[in-house]
T-cell receptor
Framework: SQQGEEDPQALSIQEGENATMNCSYK?????LQWYRQNSGRGLVHLIL???NEREKHSGRLRVTLDTSKKSSSLLITASRAADTASYFC????????????WGAGTKLIIKP | ETGVTQSPTHLIKTRGQQVTLRCSSQ?????VSWYQQALGQGPQFIFQ???????GRGNFPPRFSGLQFPNYSSELNVNALELDDSALYLC???????????FGPGTRLLVL
């Protein structure tokens, strides 16, 4: 079963605009990760935020985490055509075996 | 590039057959996880191996089995293939003390 749910399911914006994707999850977590997937290929790790962190930045990416609402957001600023991909959030299962539980993803399309 | 490779890239089988998918992890990564990703959905955790022992399993039947070898390679075996087994199969490796997983490009399996 899916732990997280991404919102929206699909997002289409103009190049240069900002893109915001949201993720909700159901159980307590130790950390939350965001990954990107291009055209049904392998997933690429973007950023990890721990349960005691509220915000984290990496280049044009900004991730927030609200454990009281069991939600996270991923902001991509100044989007580029190369950002076109599906974005997934993944959480640990709350134990130590590093199993990742995934949402269904947000499909992001950047129009040139 | 994550340094994780998978073979084959594509595979077509018929219902009832058996299949073996292979993964070569990054050197030094002694944990490997396997995921099934149906079209348009997020990955589903199949199982994880740590130091050649199964370390956790998702909600998949026993006909899904795996092996991990000392040379950082691993296998996913699926017996008695069903049409619903058609999916992208992803392996991901990580060092034992890291939550981030490094994915291979996947094997796309079609069961007819």
């Amino acid at each position: 079963s899916q732990q997280g749910e991404e919102d929206p399911q699909a997002l289409s914006i103009q190049e240069g605009e900002n893109a915001t994707m949201n993720c909700s999850y159901k159980t307590s977590i130790n950390n939350l990760q965001w990954y990107r997937q291009n055209s049904g290929r392998g997933l690429v790790h973007l950023i990890l935020i721990r349960s005691n962190e509220r915000e984290k930045h990496s280049g044009r990416l900004r991730v927030t985490l609200d454990t009281s609402k069991k939600s996270s957001s991923l902001l991509i600023t100044a989007s580029r055509a190369a950002d076109t991909a599906s974005y997934f959030c993944a959480t640990d299962a709350g134990d130590s075996n590093y199993q990742l539980i995934w949402g269904a993803g947000t499909k992001l399309i950047i129009k040139p | 590039e994550t340094g994780v490779t998978q073979s084959p890239t594509h595979l077509i089988k018929t219902r009832g057959q058996q299949v073996t998918l292979r993964c070569s992890s990054q050197s030094g990564h002694n944990t490997v996880s396997w995921y099934q990703q149906a079209l348009g959905q997020g990955p589903q955790f199949i199982f994880q191996y740590y130091r050649e022992e199964e370390n956790g399993r998702g909600n998949f039947p026993p006909r899904f089995s795996g092996l991990q070898f000392p040379n950082y390679s691993s296998e996913l075996n699926v017996n008695a293939l069903e049409l619903d087994d058609s999916a992208l199969y992803l392996c991901a490796s990580s060092p034992a003390d890291q939550e981030t997983q490094y994915f291979g490009p996947g094997t796309r399996l079609l069961v007819l």
